[in-house]
DNA sequence: CTAAAATCCGAACGAACGTTCGAACCGAGA
DNA sequence: TCTCGGTTCGAACGTTCGTTCGGATTTTAG
């Protein structure tokens, strides 16, 4: 990897620490020089403005999820073991980028124009991959009254992208903890009496996930 | 209730609007004041500055909540029947005022210093009174394993926050079915094989809680 | 009607913003 | 050694920002 990529890299991974930490609005071209000692004129050899920055961050992280959740799910055919991946997925690779993904889902409408529509795009394919999953989890039972598909999709994420307002990734509360928690909330309030004891998750080393 | 007053809150309910829309730090006093037709210099007849407009917002906001939920919750004892009129009581004042609630959760750090030390420690208070209510539901069953109260806790205000992300409070799904199927989907992954169908929730009239 | 009080606003302030430009610096190939 | 991309940056540009000020206008009270 060439001395140009490396910085490019350490500005994008700087720049999404202080966007989480003060937002994308309020953090200044002069912030992001500061913290990474490029100048401010400097910045612009490595991006073409500041809205690039934000939209690189959001398709890398975006793009390195989705790869890395097509590939786990290749083989897997039965549709809970499915979400327990899915949802196994999501958690440890936000834990494990938990300022690109609060910049992901924070900083949503920050972007404009194509980029906006870029990732919007990708997001919208993610959220019908979960939708998916889920109603193949739900035509395995059969319930009397089931939840709303919508409302299960959206509380799923809900769910799972709040945790960068309360979670500390170095805290007491371990990820696999914290995956296994909201998995068994999860799947017995949407399929009662479900079978959520049956999960096998491969679970991954963080090192493969972390930035550092 | 005075002519200053009916105008002081035409322009947070406006100011509302638009942060909720293109969020606090790309809002410009020059947009509310064009969106109120209240001349620049004139809106600080009405707040003493930009972020006196958000806290205005967030505190007013959570006031209400809070009163509510104090008032509904009086004299019930059941803890199961507790945390229904908990859920119901959020959901449906956050679909009645959707701008204000997205800027209450989405916002949340755009405040500094004492403003944003009022707004949190009531925020605090809120988490804990849920947190309490999720503690004695849980004690009224036993399990083998239970869940994490506080991944249970955050994951109820997951779900329920992140409704300004794609909810729409004029579409199909009315409130109430929003309101039941969190309810269903929560209490059956927090407390399996418990008696949700005892909940008898008084829900209320939309007009007592909107602005318009 | 008059005068005081409340309400309103055009114009301007200094500060901070994103971005650009031309020149300086540097390491590597000739 | 010289040269030439690739890299760096001080300084500045034009714009927009939140806020203020003095006075104009409207409402209210006696």
Same mark, same amino acid.
């Given at each position: ?41 400097? !910045? ?9 920055? !934000?939209?690189?961050?959001?398709? +890398? ?27 196994? $997925? ?6 494990? +980028? ?50 709303? !598909? ?14 960068? $307002? ?11 903890? !914290? ?8 799947? +017995? ?24």
């Amino acid at each position: 990897m060439s001395r140009y990529d490396q910085k490019h890299e350490f500005i994008l991974r700087t720049a999404a620490r202080i966007f989480a930490e003060k937002s994308y609005h309020s953090t200044s071209m002069r912030d992001i020089s500061r913290a990474t000692n490029v100048s401010l004129a400097g !910045l612009y050899h490595y991006c073409k403005s500041k809205e690039e920055l !934000l939209f690189l961050i959001q398709d +890398n992280c975006f793009g390195r999820v989705l790869e890395r959740l097509e590939q786990r799910l290749g083989g897997v055919a039965d549709p809970i073991t499915k979400l327990g991946i899915f949802i196994e $997925n999501h958690l440890s690779f936000f834990a494990a +980028n938990m300022s690109e993904m609060k910049v992901l889902s924070h900083e949503a409408e920050s972007l404009g124009g194509d980029l906006y529509n870029h990732v919007s795009t990708r997001k919208d394919k993610y959220t019908q991959l979960a939708r998916q999953i889920l109603r193949e989890v739900q035509e395995t039972q059969q319930s009397q009254e089931p939840i709303d !598909l919508t409302v299960a999709t959206y509380a799923l994420f809900g769910m799972m992208n709040w945790i960068y $307002n309360w979670y500390d990734p170095h805290g007491k509360l371990k990820v696999s903890d !914290l995956s296994s928690n909201v998995m068994k909330l999860f799947l +017995n309030g949407f399929v009662p009496n479900g079978m959520c004891s049956s999960l096998a998750i491969p679970s991954e080393s963080p090192s493969v996930w972390s930035h550092g």
